[in-house]
């Protein structure tokens, strides 16, 4: 079973031309940084593939924390991060003038721009995991969907979930997805986020036949299309439909140093 907590960070680099250098200090150092915090049990990083809806930023982070309490957790991890580390490198700096961005947690403020362009950092609690889930660097999911969600204005939330929870049932019996957990937001330290996401596991980076193959799934799927509501809208929007696949799974160890 994965963590009850999720740590989910969507970026892009905030020079294109610099992307490997954001992959190397990422990857590098950054996650293998933020992996001695308290509570963090895994990182996983993945770079955008195809996108069916939506506008999504082309990378992802997610970190597995052993915490129930989102605030707490982050807490803990800001706490770790403010403190010295010999092993730490600053973010890169931002090609010309980088744009600062606003925290949105505890404190407020700003940050200073670098290379790491920040889209979303959010806390997410799990609602419900299926089938077979594993984060672990040596049994990462090749490839990812992530649905970003929020019920419509007039849904009835508690009938839409119901149906959710028998919509990913039918998705994980697509060829390739291996399992799947649905989350919802527990708190935004920066950006924006949706009140859902859900993060379905391919045991291939195919990711253009899984994809081919789920949209036969749900052409049938016992569960149906999207729920209407009363005034006959989709109950459930979505702001982001999006296939990944796995560009990192970093550990403790740092890769790259001062």
């Known amino acids: 079973m994965l963590t009850n907590t999720l740590m989910l960070v969507r970026s892009h680099p905030q020079d294109m031309a610099r ?7 990422y990857t590098g150092n950054h996650v293998p940084d933020v992996l001695h915090a308290p509570g963090l049990k895994a ?13 999504v930023p082309p990378y992802l982070a997610l970190y597995y924390i052993d915490n129930d309490d989102a605030t707490d957790a982050n807490n803990g991890m800001m706490a770790y991060l403010n403190a010295p580390d010999a092993k730490r490198m600053v973010m890169p700096a931002a090609t010309g003038q980088g744009e600062d961005w606003e925290i949105h947690g505890e404190g407020g403020g700003t940050r200073p721009g670098g290379l790491i362009s920040v889209d979303t950092w959010a806390y997410y609690t799990k609602t419900l995991e299926v089938g077979e889930n ?35 049932d039918d998705i994980v019996t697509t060829p390739g997805i ?26 291939t980076d195919d990711v253009e036949k899984v994809a081919a193959d789920l949209g036969q799934t749900l052409a049938t799927a016992p569960s149906g299309g999207i729920p209407t509501t009363e005034s ?3 109950a459930l929007d979505i702001f982001g439909f999006a296939f990944y696949k796995l560009e990192s799974a970093p550990t403790k160890v740092h890769t790259l140093l001062p």
């Open 19 to 25: 992307e490997d250098e954001f992959n190397e200090w």
């Open 43 to 55: 990182a996983l990083r993945y770079k955008l593939a195809v996108t069916q809806i939506g506008e």
């Open 134 to 168: 594993d984060v672990s660097p040596e049994n990462a999911a090749k490839g990812l969907l992530v649905t970003y969600t929020a019920p419509a204005a007039d849904a009835d939330v508690d009938a839409l979930n119901k149906w959710y929870d028998w919509h990913m």
């Open 178 to 203: 291996r399992g799947g957990t649905r989350y919802k937001l527990a708190s935004l330290n920066a950006g924006a986020a949706t009140e859902f996401a859900g993060i379905f596991e391919f045991d």
């Open 232 to 234: 006959g809208v989709p």
